[in-house]
């Protein structure tokens, strides 16, 4: 969800007819529809930048900004297309002409069940999520999906009770909720699916060895006084730890 606190003046300014080699280009500006109002931004911008860009400042509908939490679904219209497009604000560049609309969050149902007491048959999707069975293979999940995944592929796999098989397809899922939108059955496919990869790791896939390990080491203790140091650090003692290369470990750009 975002919160609009007074769009920001588009214009640019400057004398008509001449040119500095001194001052920089003005940006190309694109006509955007939020909500069915017009904004002026500059072209190149994400939805979510344009957004910001435009004077919305963003309470809800935004995470990670990087295309993995799935916080920020949108739905919009290009000007040159009929069709109804999905992508991820964070993502997704505008185009000139676009009407776009978030989607942060779309009501879907969870079953309630005790992990510890579910056992993995064929049956227990089923009998969890009984809606899977109105599955008429559509497609429509798979296609509006912006990760690409197979939805409607682990939707028929969890029919079957293949838990390996809809972990599998689903390990990428970002849990947008964009597929339940579109399913006329009424599915909340990512919600099975997290279901069935709950059952995998917990009842079919064997113990790490190195998790086993682990969970002892927490369990005595061994980790403590590190956690303790952590959350008496001052925001700057933090800040070296996450980013000094001669503190912490860091993977190369």
């Known amino acids: 969800m975002a919160e609009n606190k007074g769009s920001q003046d588009s214009r640019v300014s400057g004398s008509e007819g ?11 500006l694109l006509t955007i529809y939020v909500m069915g109002k017009a904004y002026e931004v500059p072209k190149g911008l994400t939805i979510m930048k ?16 990087g295309g993995f939490c799935g916080a920020c679904g949108t739905v919009y ?21 676009m009407y776009l609309v978030q989607l942060p969050f779309y009501p879907a149902t969870k079953a309630k069940y005790d992990i510890e007491e579910l056992k ?14 109105r599955c008429i293979s559509c497609n429509s999940c798979t296609k509006i999906c912006p990760q690409d995944i197979d939805v409607m592929g682990y ?32 599915i ?4 099975v ?20 390990e682990r969970l002892k080491e927490i369990e005595a203790g061994k980790f403590g006084d590190g956690l303790k140091k952590l959350m008496a650090a001052s925001a700057e003692e933090l800040s070296k730890m996450f980013y000094d290369k001669e503190v912490r470990d860091i993977e190369p750009a």
């Open 50 to 65: 344009a957004m910001e860009y435009a004077g919305y400042q963003f309470i809800r509908g935004c995470g990670c900004r």
């Open 18 to 28: 001449r040119s500095n080699p001194q001052t920089p280009e003005p940006p190309s």
């Open 188 to 191: 909340v496919q990512y919600n």
């Open 193 to 212: 699916a997290l279901l069935a990869r709950r059952i995998a790791g917990a009842k079919l896939q064997k113990r790490s060895p190195h998790l086993q």
């Open 120 to 133: 993995a048959t064929t049956q227990t999707l089923v009998r969890c999520s009984p809606e899977i069975m």
């Open 155 to 186: 939707v028929n796999a969890a029919i079957r009770g293949d838990y390996d098989r809809v972990a599998d397809l689903s390990f990428d899922c970002i849990m947008c909720g964009l597929c339940a939108s579109r399913c006329p059955a009424e």
């Open 77 to 97: 219209r290009t000007e040159s297309s009929y069709k109804v497009k999905v992508g991820l604000a964070c993502q997704t560049e505008v185009e000139d002409g």
